[in-house]
C-alpha cells in the first residue's frame, strides 16, 4: 500500500499556521507528502523546506487573486498538490494548514486505509473534528462548526476538491462514498494571537468577497475579540497532539470562557432533539456506505 500525503498553504508566516505541526502529523502514514506552496514572500517556503524529512515534495503555486467567489482558490490549490501525488499512490491523505491528527490515532487510520484498500466502492474515509477557539482549552459546542469531513481519499484522478476545499467530490460532481474511521482532526484555525487573527479574517474573507464587503463587515479594531463572536464552548479535557505542544506552552495572550453561559438559538436546539432521533439534521458533504 503506497499513500502520498497532499497539501497546499500560503502566507503561513504571516497568519502563524500550524502547518509544520499538520505535516509532521500525517508523515507517520505517508511514503510521500506533496506540498503546493504558494508565492507569498514571506518565508513560507523556506518554513517548509526546513522541515526534517526527504519524504516532503514541495510544488512551487501562484494563486489566482480573480478566484474570489465562494472561496474558489482554495480548492484550485488543493487540486495542484493532489494532482502532483505519485502515480503509486493507492490512498492520498489530505491536511489543512490549521489541522493536526493525533498520533494517538494514526493506527486506526492506517489500518482503515490497509481494511478498504481493495473495496473500490469506498472513495474516502471519514474524521471526526475538533475546533479549537479562543485558545487551547476551549472547543466549540454547536452546530455552526462542521463535525466529519473527508481527510482521506482514494487516489483517483477522477476525484476533485469540492467549492472551498472543505471537502471533495467525484464522478460529474458526484458525493464521495466513504466509511468514517476512529480518528479526530484537530482544527486550530481560530486559536491565533488577537492581532493575527484580525489580520487573517481581514485577508481572508477576501477570498469569497469584494473589498467593499470586507471594509465594512470585516475591517475593525486592530485585534480579534474573541468574547465578541461567540455562543457556546466546551472545556477541552483531552490532549493535544505532541508535534502541538510547543505551541500550546507559548500561547501569549489569555482567553477564558465559562460554559455554563452557552447560548442556544432555537434552531440549534431543534437539531439537538432531532440528532436524539438518530437523524443527523445538518449538510452532509459525502455518503455514508455501511460496513
Given amino acids: 500500500m ?3 500525503g497532499f497539501t497546499f498553504i500560503n502566507q503561513a508566516v504571516r497568519f502563524d499556521y ?3 505541526e499538520a505535516i509532521q502529523s500525517i508523515l507517520p502514514l505517508c511514503d510521500e507528502v506533496v506540498v503546493a506552496v504558494g508565492d507569498a514572500q514571506d518565508g513560507t517556503r523556506a518554513l517548509i523546506e526546513s522541515i526534517d524529512s526527504s519524504r516532503i515534495r514541495i510544488v512551487d503555486t501562484v494563486w489566482d487573486p ?3 467567489e465562494g472561496g474558489r482558490v482554495l480548492a484550485v ?4 498538490a493532489y494532482a502532483s501525488i505519485s502515480t503509486q499512490a493507492d490512498w492520498a491523505v489530505y491536511i489543512q494548514g490549521d489541522e493536526v491528527l493525533h498520533e494517538d490515532d494514526i493506527p486506526a487510520i492506517r489500518k482503515a486505509m490497509q481494511d478498504h484498500l481493495d473495496r473500490r466502492d469506498v472513495d474516502g474515509l471519514l474524521f471526526n473534528y475538533r475546533h479549537f477557539y479562543g485558545s487551547y482549552d476551549y472547543v466549540g459546542a454547536s452546530d455552526r462548526w462542521y463535525a466529519h469531513e473527508v481527510r482521506v481519499v482514494r487516489a483517483l484522478p477522477s476525484i476533485k476538491s469540492f467549492r472551498d476545499a472543505q471537502g471533495f467530490r467525484v464522478r460529474n460532481n458526484a458525493l464521495l462514498r466513504v466509511l468514517p474511521v476512529d480518528a479526530t482532526v484537530h482544527h486550530y484555525g481560530w486559536v491565533k494571537p488577537p492581532a493575527v487573527m484580525q489580520e ?3 485577508q481572508f474573507n477576501k477570498l469569497w468577497h469584494d473589498d467593499q464587503w470586507v471594509e465594512t463587515h470585516v475591517v475593525g479594531p486592530e485585534e480579534f475579540s474573541y468574547a465578541d463572536h461567540i455562543r457556546s464552548l466546551h472545556k477541552f479535557e483531552g ?3 505532541a508535534v502541538m505542544r510547543r505551541r500550546v506552552d507559548a500561547i501569549n495572550w489569555t482567553f477564558s470562557f465559562d460554559p455554563s453561559a452557552n447560548r442556544w438559538t432555537f434552531k440549534e436546539r431543534i437539531k439537538s ?3 436524539r432521533l ?3 439534521p445538518n449538510y452532509q458533504n459525502y455518503r455514508l456506505l455501511k460496513r
Fill in 18 to 20: 500550524p502547518i509544520v
Fill in 200 to 202: 487573517k479574517r481581514v
Fill in 278 to 280: 438518530g437523524i443527523n
Fill in 66 to 68: 480573480s478566484l474570489r
Fill in 239 to 241: 490532549t493535544h497532539p
Fill in 77 to 80: 490549490e488543493t487540486d495542484k
Fill in 273 to 275: 432533539w432531532v440528532k
Fill in 2 to 4: 503506497f499513500v502520498s
